[in-house]
């Protein structure tokens, strides 16, 4: 048997898998040698990574196509704007044909059924909001940029407003909080709760503040996005796929790329375990991945790493979209077990040591990878995945499918015709603002004191009322007295975040 016998051999399933091309020998496709992945092992998650340019949300798209036909729900974040053309039929022309008949393709065009999300509402797409509460301190200590330190008192923070029923539902409930916990009357309560220096306190509030003045304000409240939504199927049995439209938040990576995770986490929060199924729940596009792990403290990698493995036994798979496998951590990669990995450049010294790591994280194969890396044309990919009894494939080098659907976004008015036709618009497209922690600290009455009390501790004229109200011995009282029901009931998980008992 030739090499590219034994590799093809090595794609022969039995069951249902996902077609990505055909096998590229001596630079020429091998339209009867078919490079596929078997649909029950799409949640043991994946990496699509290549240079600028590659092809990799077109590979994202094929993907997530087939996966849709196969009635499995899917997730893009769609950082550039260029994904939502997966619910438009795509355009024949002599390029799509010609590609078509090199991999034996029986192509025809095809819209899928397609959601579109926008965080906070900025952008076009049903608005995904969180509340503090819900998003918790670990992931908002990333956003916020704080220190492992200053990471470990916000936690402390939040276990404070959850054992005295303080509803932190947007970012002027938690800086309330804070705001109590860093004034004269609050030092009592921020011995209480341990290890939480009111210098450090200081400084998160200091960086609350920031962040809101910078307009990050909208991405937190409620309603609250239930994940769940993301898990649905069309009345014609396809499963949605949920774009997240991010161009508007481009200046933002931090935040949005901890939203992401803070969907992923919740999703794990959530759902039960299923252990190996016949297709996934959900497969989940982690687009600009190396964003998630800049500057991450060792705890939040730990619990990325943590929730990567465990939430393949719940039908999720996920797979992290780069430049190079490195911007993934070791440990996280060991667990992308199916690769797409297209053209990288060796243009400097940093390049070749890139391309050096990339090939050590393939299977031992025939080729030359180094060399064929760096000389794959757009639409090609060095491809290994899991076999059905969860075997790494032959490495294959392979020309990949065309997508069925529009190669391109949709334009404005159609996307925002889609998103305001949608049975969720009504759900979330409005914020509310119910009472909640500030509210309630807000609308106490002042304590009644002697006139020379009262011109002692009259508040400075830039003073906000927040600050008055929690400044008093009434939040004292109340932070003692409100119910804690509502405490009682939260539970976090790996990354701090919270689901109430529904």
Request: proline share 5%; no cysteine.
């Amino acid at each position: 048997m030739s090499d590219s016998e034994t590799i093809a051999a090595g794609y022969a399933f039995t069951g249902p898998a996902l077609d990505l091309g055909a096998l590229l020998w001596d630079g020429a496709p091998l339209p009867d040698a078919q490079i596929r992945i078997p649909l029950p092992m799409l949640n043991r998650h994946g990496l699509v990574a290549g240079a600028t340019g590659t092809g990799k949300t077109k590979t994202l798209q094929l993907i997530a196509e087939q996966l849709s036909a196969q009635g499995v729900p899917v997730f893009l974040a769609d950082v550039k704007g260029d994904v939502s053309g997966i619910s438009a039929p795509g355009v024949a022309n002599d390029k799509v044909a010609g590609r078509a008949a090199e991999v034996r393709q029986q192509w025809t065009a095809t819209g899928f059924p397609a959601e579109f999300y926008a965080l906070g509402g900025i952008g076009h797409g049903i608005p995904v909001r969180a509340t503090i509460t819900g998003f918790g301190p670990v992931l908002l200590s990333k956003v916020l940029q704080l220190n492992q330190t200053q990471e470990q008192s916000l936690g402390l923070i939040f276990h404070y407003a959850d054992t005295k029923g303080l509803e932190l539902i947007d970012l002027k409930d938690l800086r309330a909080v804070v705001t109590f916990l860093t004034s004269d009357e609050g030092k009592t309560e921020l011995k209480n709760i341990g290890g939480l220096s009111t210098a450090t306190a200081g400084v998160i509030l200091r960086s609350l503040t920031a962040f809101e003045a910078q307009g990050m304000a909208d991405f937190f409240g409620e309603p609250e996005f239930d994940t769940s939504e993301l898990l649905r199927t069309a009345s014609d049995g396809r499963g949605m796929v949920s774009v997240l439209e991010l161009p508007a938040v481009q200046d933002k990576p931090q935040l949005f790329s901890t939203f992401l995770m803070w969907l992923l986490a919740d999703l794990f929060h959530d759902l039960p375990e299923v252990g190996d199924a016949d297709k996934p729940k959900l497969v989940f596009f982690f687009d600009e991945a190396h964003l998630l792990f800049n500057d991450a403290s060792k705890a939040f990698l730990d619990s990325i790493t943590q929730t990567v493995r465990l939430i393949r036994s719940k039908g999720v798979g996920v797979f992290f979209v780069t430049q190079t496998p490195k911007d993934v951590p070791g440990d996280v990669l060991a667990q992308l077990g199916n690769r797409v990995q297209h053209a990288l450049r060796a243009f400097t010294p940093d390049d070749q040591k890139a391309l050096k790591a990339t090939v050590k994280t393939f299977p031992n194969s025939s080729y030359d990878l180094e060399e064929i890396l760096t000389g794959l044309g757009t639409g090609e990919a060095v491809v290994t995945v899991l076999s059905e009894n969860g075997a790494p494939t032959p490495v294959a080098v392979t020309r990949l499918r065309a997508p069925e659907s529009l190669m391109g976004p949709i334009d404005a008015a159609t996307l925002d015709a889609a998103v305001k036709s949608s049975s969720l618009y009504g759900r979330y497209a409005q914020a509310v603002d119910r009472e909640s922690a500030y509210e309630k600290l807000a609308s106490r009455p002042q304590p009644q004191e002697t006139p020379k009390a009262a011109a002692k501790s009259a508040p400075k004229e830039d003073e906000s009322m927040v600050q008055q109200v929690v400044g008093s011995g009434m939040f004292k009282s109340l932070a003692r007295s409100v119910g804690t029901q509502i405490g009682r009931e939260i539970t976090r998980s790996l990354f701090g975040t919270a689901r109430r008992k529904r």
